[in-house]
């Protein structure tokens, strides 16, 4: 292993199976271009198919695992592996879409090792959560996706979403939350002929959202009275609010699937902690899984659809994130003071320090 350049930023290659990376062409361009040195392991973008050369042209020095994994900040897609922590030390920085708030065995790896950890998706700005967006925006357009083959399943309502069929009623749609993964799927939804309601938490997002709403598309406050009188009639429901852990209280009772029709279907894509917002939907599902039925409704609740685009979701999710990962470099590098990049540090001094990574290592019984 040889010492890495104070300004290096390395890239490992993904962890089993996964096929993105966060590293393209045109982030390393971004990185050199603020003077940074980029590493990589080669074959970084085989499962995008992108080959070393167009890595060495923008810029990229292709270099050992060990020496990557040395680099004073290491930048991944995703950080899922908790043995992978064991290559980082004291002194350096890694940042990843953790969602370790999730996952005690790699909170407690990220703790051990002494590194400072920042995660993408809890990067605040201006109220949003900007590194969210592009994978919101995929499992947005999954979950009604996934809705509309659920909604052909034997046991499902046979009506088809796409498309407005003469002499047949349109899909009705009920999307609850109006954040990236609400937002592309009522789009989603509507586009294909639905008749889509959106149900968001409160008067202000409910007013945010109507102004730039897709036409046609109904704007409500997310009240039990509502949501009740929304489910009577829906055929597809997508769960989409922006957090769902172990205290968030059940929003859809199993009761309440008794007043739904038979055979509709509710599509879980917050996929949180614990029994959540939507109990009846049951523990994480595998792609190709048959849906959950309960009380003659199909649930769906699958965590990894960006994984199955990693062509769309490597490049998408890499220029959404270069400003930022810019930023993240200058921030953990050279001591840029930035407020907006501080609220992504969930790990430090071998202790939590982000509110929500803090709230969960009590949970687990690790608090500092």
């Not at 949501?227 to 059940?250: F, K, M, N, Q, W």
């Amino acid at each position: 292993m040889h010492p890495q350049p104070r300004q290096a930023v390395g890239f490992p290659r993904e962890s089993g199976t996964d096929r993105r990376t966060i590293l393209t062409p045109a982030l390393a361009r971004a990185l050199t271009d603020h003077g940074f040195t980029v590493l990589a392991e080669p074959g970084i973008g085989r499962g995008i198919f992108l080959d070393d050369e167009a890595y060495r042209q923008a810029g990229v020095a292709l270099a050992a695992p060990a020496d990557v994994w040395a680099s004073p900040l290491v930048l991944r897609y995703r950080s899922s592996d908790p043995a992978d922590l064991g290559r980082v030390a004291p002194g350096q920085h890694i940042g990843a879409l953790f969602h370790a708030e999730g996952d005690p065995e790699l909170l407690t790896a990220l703790v051990n090792s002494g590194a400072t950890a920042w995660s993408y998706e809890l990067l605040s700005e201006d109220g949003r959560f900007p590194l969210g967006r592009p994978g919101g925006q995929i499992a947005g357009v999954q979950a009604i996706l996934a809705g509309a083959q659920a909604l052909q399943h034997p046991s499902g309502r046979g009506v088809l979403l796409g498309g407005r069929i003469p002499g047949a009623e349109p899909v009705d749609v009920v999307v609850i939350g109006s954040g990236n993964v609400g937002r592309a799927a009522a789009l989603t939804a509507a586009q294909l002929g639905a008749r889509v309601t959106v149900l968001t938490s409160g008067p202000r997002t409910r007013d945010a959202y109507r102004t730039d709403a897709p036409a046609g598309v109904t704007v409500l406050v997310n009240e039990p009275p509502v949501l009740r009188e929304c489910l009577s009639h829906a055929d597809l429901v997508v769960g989409a609010i922006l957090i769902s852990t172990y205290d968030t209280p059940p929003m859809i009772h199993e009761t309440d699937l008794v007043d739904m029709r038979p055979g509709a279907v509710i599509v879980d894509a917050t996929c949180g902690y614990g029994p959540g917002y939507l109990p009846t939907a049951g523990p994480l599902q595998k792609p190709g899984d048959p849906p959950r039925i309960v009380r003659g409704v199909l649930h769906v609740k699958v965590d990894i659809w960006p994984a199955l685009v990693p062509v769309t979701a490597s490049h998408a999710y890499a220029a959404n994130a270069a400003p930022y990962l810019v930023r993240l470099a200058e921030t953990a590098l050279r001591g840029r003071a930035d407020t907006a990049v501080q609220t992504a540090r969930i790990v430090a001094g071998n202790a939590p320090v982000h509110p929500v990574i803090r709230q969960h290592a009590r949970f687990y019984g690790m608090a500092s």
